[in-house]
């Protein structure tokens, strides 16, 4: 499991080419270990999913995530599992302009881990969540959730984070393509300082960046 944390430390801080051999090489070693219990396999398989997509490879992401949600919806399935790993399929899925296959895994996931304590991951959620519903045309709820998550993210993390960026540049996206640039522009152009700073100028997430905020500067 380290190699896999290793994984998503280096896919955090821009090292996209090691991320992604980090967490192939984590996910082998754990599908050719016949002793591994079924539920540590399918945090790998979602460990694995986040670093694919990060690095791009949406459909091989979308392959493991599926594979660790079929597992999740067997009785032997651990219940805190089930709800990180629709968050996110929803994601990916979103990423992937799939958006009433996002928008139901989103819902279901934010159902499921709220039903436990507080943590980071339902705050997450909420943003995910929001971010497919508005794509699905649910723009009042959808925008209701990205404020929220954002918020306590912005509460958690005055100092910046990884998933912070990813939350401005989200609700920035979303109120760009709706036209409200002037609400917009300070999202993305925070969005897009975190991410060269700490991801650099030449990841392709922050030049995801720079082209939403191109049209509304």
Same mark, same amino acid.
Request: charged letters at 30%.
């Given at each position: 499991?380290?190699?896999?944390?290793?994984?998503?430390?280096?896919?955090?801080?821009?090292?996209?080419? %090691?991320?992604?051999?980090?967490?192939?090489?984590?996910?082998?070693?754990?599908?050719?270990?016949?002793?591994?219990?079924?539920?540590?396999?399918?945090?790998?398989?979602?460990?694995?999913?986040?670093?694919?997509?990060?690095?791009? %490879?949406?459909?091989?992401?979308?392959?493991?995530?599926?594979?660790?949600?079929?597992?999740?919806?067997?009785?032997?399935?651990?219940?805190?599992?089930?709800?990180?790993?629709?968050?996110?399929?929803?994601?990916?899925?979103?990423?992937?302009?799939?958006?009433?296959?996002?928008?139901?895994?989103?819902?279901?996931?934010?159902?499921?881990?709220?039903?436990?304590?507080?943590?980071?991951?339902?705050?997450?959620?909420?943003?995910?969540?929001?971010?497919?519903?508005?794509?699905?045309?649910?723009?009042?709820?959808?925008? %209701?959730?990205?404020?929220?998550?954002?918020?306590?993210?912005?509460?958690?993390?005055?100092?910046?984070?990884?998933?912070?960026?990813?939350?401005?540049?989200?609700?920035?996206?979303?109120?760009?393509?709706?036209?409200?640039?002037?609400?917009?522009?300070?999202?993305?152009?925070?969005?897009?300082?975190? %991410?060269?700073?700490?991801?650099?100028?030449?990841?392709?997430?922050?030049?995801?960046?720079?082209?939403?905020?191109?049209?509304?500067?």
């Amino acid at each position: 499991m380290d190699l896999a944390w290793q994984a998503m430390i280096e896919s955090h801080t821009g090292r996209l080419d %090691r991320a992604e051999r980090d967490g192939r090489e984590a996910l082998r070693l754990y599908l050719a270990d016949e002793g591994r219990a079924p539920n540590d396999v399918a945090w790998m398989r979602l460990y694995a999913s986040m670093v694919l997509a990060e690095s791009g %490879r949406l459909q091989e992401a979308d392959a493991q995530v599926s594979e660790a949600l079929a597992f999740c919806r067997t009785e032997t399935c651990d219940p805190s599992l089930l709800g990180h790993v629709l968050d996110v399929a929803g994601d990916i899925s979103r990423r992937r302009d799939q958006t009433e296959r996002s928008a139901e895994a989103g819902r279901e996931a934010l159902s499921s881990l709220e039903r436990g304590e507080e943590h980071p991951a339902v705050t997450l959620a909420r943003v995910h969540c929001g971010a497919a519903l508005w794509a699905a045309g649910q723009t009042a709820e959808g925008e %209701r959730l990205l404020r929220a998550g954002l918020g306590d993210l912005e509460h958690e993390f005055p100092n910046g984070h990884f998933d912070l960026a990813s939350a401005r540049f989200l609700l920035g996206e979303r109120l760009a393509k709706s036209g409200r640039v002037a609400e917009a522009r300070p999202l993305l152009q925070q969005a897009l300082e975190w %991410r060269q700073t700490h991801l650099g100028p030449a990841d392709p997430r922050t030049a995801a960046v720079g082209r939403a905020l191109q049209p509304v500067s």
